[in-house]
């Protein structure tokens, strides 16, 4: 089983909708992260957390909202999606106090 | 904020030619990790390499903090080695993640 997992895999919605991003790890890390990427281009922060109780905002974070639910999950909302939000979602996780992040295998998300 | 350049931004090459892909980065970094974007978009952690130099198969690597580059390395390159090859080093103490451009590679059989 892979060791974090994303759901939905593939999302299409319409502008306005809320949509919810799902990311569960089994690793045991304590943070965890969203991160975005449109074409062409590297990934972008939008939420970190590195415990239940210590969210922080990203680079990019207008727009969305997260929820840390538990160690092990870690959810990324889009309250009203507009289209300039299609991208692919990444969430990763690291231990504390290491460096080296893992991802999960990403939600690739249109808004029309 | 840590600037971080990829080179070449594209390259392509015939199948079983060997390659060298570099990632500059503007300020002293604590780790730098590099990863594979496959044609269906996910991400495979290749290394995680501070420093000094890794080897895992066909692909090495190389980081020299001191001069604040690194160096991916693939020899015999396989179709399957086609996709956006990042590096990436943390921001701040944080981990935050700054990611390079990409290099682009197609392997061609």
């Known amino acids: 089983d892979a060791d974090v997992t994303q759901t939905p895999r593939n999302r299409i919605t319409k502008t306005g909708k809320r949509i919810m991003l799902e990311c569960s790890q089994t690793k045991g890390h304590d943070r965890m992260y969203w991160y975005r990427q449109d074409p062409g281009l590297g990934l972008r922060l939008i939420y970190y957390?590195?415990?239940?109780?210590?969210?922080n905002k990203g680079e990019i974070s207008d727009g969305y909202s997260v929820s840390r639910q538990a160690q092990a999950k870690f959810s990324l909302s889009l309250e009203s999606a507009i289209p300039n939000q299609t991208a692919l979602y990444f969430c990763a996780t690291s231990e504390l106090g290491a460096g080296e992040q893992f991802f999960g295998p990403g939600t690739r998300l249109t808004v029309l | 904020g840590i600037q971080v350049e990829q080179s070449p931004p594209d390259l392509i090459l015939q199948e079983g030619a060997n390659s060298t892909l570099r990632c500059n980065f503007s300020?002293?970094?604590?780790?730098l990790q590099w990863f594979h974007q496959n044609p269906w978009g996910q991400l495979i952690n290749l290394f995680y390499?501070?420093?000094?130099?890794k080897q895992n198969g066909r692909l090495s690597a190389t980081t020299v903090a001191t001069e604040r580059y690194s160096l991916l390395y693939i020899s015999s390159s396989q179709t399957t080695d086609s996709g956006v090859y990042f590096c990436?080093?943390?921001?701040?103490?944080?981990?935050?993640?700054?990611w390079g451009a990409g290099t682009k590679l197609i392997i061609k059989p």
């Open positions: 300020d002293s970094v604590n780790n």
């Open positions: 990436a080093v943390p921001m701040d103490s944080n981990y935050q993640l700054i």
């Open positions: 957390s590195f415990d239940v109780k210590d969210i």
């Open positions: 390499i501070p420093s000094g130099t």
